[in-house]
Structures are given as structure tokens and as C-alpha cells.
């Protein structure tokens, strides 16, 4: 129960919850859990060109996304961790490539610029085939420093610099929102065709 409540999202009672039900488990579940977690760094690594999670799955090591020839290669969004990926991949919506730069500046937390893979992604931008660049990172405080430092250091680049729009999500009440969100979506706002 104190490993599982190591997790993310898990407290005691999960963790109690979670220990019973993989102790009803028969021999042969368990044992498939155990390979797998006990392989899980041999069969996952991170993809050499985005820093995504890759799998096995080609000679290069790269991601399903990084091996897709569907994706548009000339559009990169920037996110702080690989699971950030994930959601974004839900709205069905981007159909670009990522650049995953494990981190944000925060030196309050003694992270530098040292800690993100700024070059990963400048020597992509170096190769000539990156268009546009969407630095899509956390609203706070350190993803918009750190969304500032890369705006900044990528701007002679020749490569367009966005990022997504902020502000109130869909179907939300504006009776709820924080006043630093109906700022942003306030001076990020659209107009009706």
C-alpha cells in the first residue's frame, strides 16, 4: 500500500483499495503486472528526436508520432512533459509534432535554463524544415517564464512563434472564473464572422 501510495492521485484509502483488489488477482494477472513493470525501462524510452515515450516499435526509437508520415513535420508544439502530450492528442485537433522539453524554468525550485532541452528543439529549427514553433506550456508563473525565454530566444529563428489560446474553457459558467482568466480571455478574445 506505501508503493501504490507513491502514485500520483493516490492516497490511503485508494492505495487500500487498489493492494485488495491485485491481492484477488489470480497468479497468472499478477505475474503479467510484474513482467511488465519489471521491464517497463527496457521497453520504454524516450524518442530521440521530441523527447516523447517510445516504445520498441522501430530501429530509430522513435515515437509513433515522430514515425508517422501523416503528421505535419513543420509544426512543433512545446510542452513541459511527455503527458502532456496526451491530452492534447484527445482533442483530435493538432496534427503537428511535439517537442517535449522535461521541465519549465522555475529557479525558485533551483531549475534552470539548463534543465529544458532548448537545443533538442533549436537544432530542429537549425534543420530548415520547422515552420512554425506553439509553445504550449502551463499558465502559471514558470511556464509563462519559460514560454517567454524560448519566445525570446527562438525569434530570430525565422520560424513563427504561438502559442494556444487561454482563457475561459467551454461550457464553464463565467461566474466562476478567476479574474486572471477572464483577463486572458478577455485580451485573447475573437471575432463573430
Known sequence: ????RGLPGVGRRSAERMAFRLY?????????????LHTLKQRVGKCPRCGNLSGDDNEEG?????ASPLRDASVVCVVEEAAQIRNIEASGVFKGVYHVLGGRI????????????VEGLEKR????????????LSPDVE???????LANRLKERGVKISRPAQG???????????????AAALSGRTMFD
Not at 500500500?1 to 501504490?4: R, S
Not at 511556464?143 to 525565454?149: D, K, S
Open 1 to 4: 500500500m506505501e508503493l501504490l
Open 62 to 66: 522513435l515515437c509513433a508520432i515522430c
Open 168 to 182: 475561459l474553457p467551454a461550457g464553464s459558467d463565467l461566474s466562476y472564473a478567476d479574474p486572471a482568466t477572464i
Open 143 to 149: 511556464g509563462q517564464a519559460t514560454a517567454i525565454y
Open 106 to 117: 522555475a529557479p525558485l525550485e533551483g531549475r534552470g535554463i539548463d534543465s529544458i532541452d
Open 125 to 136: 529549427i537549425g534543420e530548415g524544415t520547422i515552420r512554425e514553433v506553439i509553445l504550449a
Open 24 to 36: 484477488s488477482w489470480d497468479e497468472e494477472k499478477l505475474e503479467a503486472l510484474s513482467a511488465n
